[in-house]
């Protein structure tokens, strides 16, 4: 069988990729991180067979198991369709309460679901034992029949299942042998923002905000909640943009800038800067709040309210014009991380969400936003200069063809970047992410990670890859030096 695939031309339809046989949590962990499904591995003693056998093994990344529906609610937001599920498993014969599922529904899931539930629709719970009033709200019982498999991040300390998206019915299980799935999972973990997200008002929370996801308003929430110790940092107490998508992300969408009629000035603050205004958010809360008005991107200035005119970051977004491989995009930003380090500036990495990467420079508030940007265009102009086949510093279109433009325009006052971990209003939900330079390289798009697998990296991250950022003290340099 080895010579077989090792005959087959390399680049053809099958490749053979040679054994690994070491450190098999190391490469599960590195998967993960890279925000792949996980690996599959086979016993090195056992010969190769066809069928299903335990010689073969499935690490997931994410958990995911069978679970019994038991009841539904109609969606707030489409007629005849589903908005989340009821969910059970059988625990000595009894079926058991697990929670709900409100997001992974697509249009068209949504409305088949609907139909058919309604068809097996019964008067009273089908649960063995009784349920605390709010859990049962709303709720449209019926038969424990259909059988769905389900992605999620784990139990609550209550049993119930924490942030699951619903992935398709499994015709093939039998209802009886669904049951809690625990061996070789972690403990449940306690999600301090889950209270928070109990109480957050969100009207409409089955509202579809990616389509081609099926993620909810709901599960953008539930989202954020998860992530909140990660991006809170870089989005609390700065003055805001967002765009702003109430019908989702394939409706109409908007920047806002300013505050807006129904504003719930008690978690999303209305500030002045200068003769304009701004928004502004300080908690979880105020994060919760801006999932209730239809913001998919969050974008940030790089200064806080505290020194709003003094920025406390640079970010040089590497996009790359028609024609650019993914590989010199990552080597672009090695060359602007290089180029900085020969100024003494300490720089880090991340995907945009988009097609690029971005280099950003943590500073000390002293430089004016003039001087910021005077000494951000320097960068691009110099590094321009130097590589004229590779870069350029102009916006216009027909300058970036088969060249990555260095937009250093980021960094004037009022101007901004997605924020690290937000969202991104495109296709397939994906994130801003951070990276350590290290990982870089294994990195294959700017979207690779995404609302559906982040959550899975960063629980197998040994670290912040931006650990250090708050801690680098260091200020624009007054010119720029040139190699």
């Known amino acids: ?97 697990v929670g709900r599922v409100g997001t992974g529904f697509t249009a068209e899931v949504a409305s088949a679901l609907y139909k058919s539930l309604t068809s097996i629709e019964i008067k009273a719970s089908p649960f063995a034992g009784k349920l605390p009033a709010a859990a049962g709200r709303g709720v449209r019982w019926v038969r424990p029949e259909l059988v769905a498999e389900v992605e999620f991040r784990g139990w609550t300390h209550d049993g119930m299942v924490r942030q699951g998206s619903f992935q398709g019915l499994r015709e093939d299980k039998d209802r009886r042998e669904v049951v809690r799935e625990t061996a070789g999972q972690a403990p449940p973990v306690a999600n301090p923002g889950a209270a928070i997200l109990e109480t957050a008002h969100l009207t409409h929370p089955d509202r579809v905000l990616w389509e081609d996801e099926g993620i909810t308003k709901l599960g953008l929430a539930e989202f954020y909640t998860e992530i909140a110790d990660w991006i809170l940092p870089h989005i609390v107490n700065r003055p805001l943009s967002l765009l702003r998508c109430p019908g989702g992300s394939q409706k109409e969408c908007f920047f806002q800038k300013h505050a807006w009629a129904g504003l719930d000035e008690d978690l999303i603050q209305r500030i002045r800067l200068g003769d304009g205004e701004a928004v502004a958010i300080r908690d979880l809360s105020g994060l919760l709040a801006l999932v209730q008005a239809g913001v998919l991107e969050i974008h940030p200035w790089g200064s806080t309210l505290k020194s709003p005119e003094k920025p406390d970051r640079l970010v040089f977004d590497l996009d790359p014009g028609e024609g650019v491989s993914w590989d010199a995009v990552v080597q672009g930003a090695i060359d602007v991380r290089d180029y900085l380090q020969n100024l003494n500036l300490e720089s880090f990495v991340k995907t945009s969400g988009g097609k690029g990467l971005h280099v950003v420079v943590p500073l000390r508030p002293k430089a004016s936003w003039d001087e910021a940007k005077a000494f951000a265009a320097g960068v691009a102009s110099t590094m321009t200069k130097a590589s004229p086949a590779l870069y350029t510093d102009t916006m216009a279109k027909r300058a970036r063809m088969g060249r990555i433009f260095i937009d250093y325009l980021r960094n004037g006052r009022g101007a901004t970047a997605v924020a690290a971990y937000s969202t991104r209003a495109r296709a397939g939900a994906p994130v801003s992410t951070p990276a350590s330079w290290e990982e870089l390289p294994t990195i294959r798009s700017g979207s690779q990670y995404r609302m559906g697998n982040l959550a899975a990296r960063m629980s197998h991250l040994q670290g912040d890859p931006w650990a250090d950022f708050g801690g680098v003290d260091q200020v624009v340099p007054k010119a720029v030096k040139r190699r």
């Open 1 to 97: 069988m080895r010579l077989l695939f090792d005959d087959l031309p390399q680049g053809g339809a099958i490749r053979f990729s040679d054994h690994l046989e070491e450190d098999g949590a190391t490469l599960v962990r590195h998967a993960c991180r890279m925000g792949l499904e996980g690996i599959i591995s086979k016993r090195a003693d056992r010969p190769y067979r066809s069928g299903r056998g335990e010689d073969w093994v499935k690490s997931k990344c994410t958990q995911r198991q069978e679970l019994v529906i038991a009841g539904y609610l109609p969606s707030t937001a489409s007629k005849k369709a589903v908005g989340s599920l009821v969910m059970g498993v059988y625990e000595a014969g009894k079926l058991i309460a």
